[in-house]
């Protein structure tokens, strides 16, 4: 977002500097908004993003898990001698596969920055220029 000089005739009136103060202040309060509205939809793109991955990657696991967990019981079950041995085994590496995709899920969580740091930065410079402005007066 780009930003113009402004520029007042040494002879304004104060009535036409009031009048450009309060148009100055609509066109940031407006840039501010805008801003933030953009902030807000980026973010929300992300966690859209997000949210769609962990959907997927937690219904692939629960049929490729289901499958593995009847093929793996089996032939864990046959090499024990004992099917509720290969059964609880293959339970053990399911927990452990489902706890990684988690961590993932969760991570592309985070990723996104919810505070909006540029719209805080642009309204802390906005602060700074209005105190600035208020000690010229």
């Not at 801003?35 to 992300?46: D, I, R, S, T």
């Not at 864990?76 to 988690?102: Q, Y």
Request: proline share 4%; aromatic share 6%.
């Amino acid at each position: 977002m780009t930003t113009r000089p402004l520029s007042y005739p040494d002879d304004a009136g104060v009535a036409q500097l009031v009048g450009r103060l309060t148009e100055d202040s609509k066109r940031l309060v407006s840039d501010e908004i805008r801003l933030a509205k953009l902030e807000l939809h980026e973010g929300m793109q992300a966690g859209t993003r997000g949210a769609m991955w962990l959907a997927v990657a937690f219904g692939a696991a629960v049929v490729m898990l289901t499958a593995l967990t009847v093929l793996v019981s089996v032939l864990l079950g046959r090499a024990f001698g004992n099917l509720w041995a290969g059964t609880l085994v293959t339970g053990l590496l399911e927990l452990v596969a489902g706890g990684l995709m988690l961590r993932h899920g969760l991570a592309l969580f985070r990723r996104p920055p919810y505070s909006l740091p540029e719209t805080r930065d642009s309204l802390a410079e906005t602060g700074r220029w209005a105190k600035h402005r208020g000690h010229e007066a």
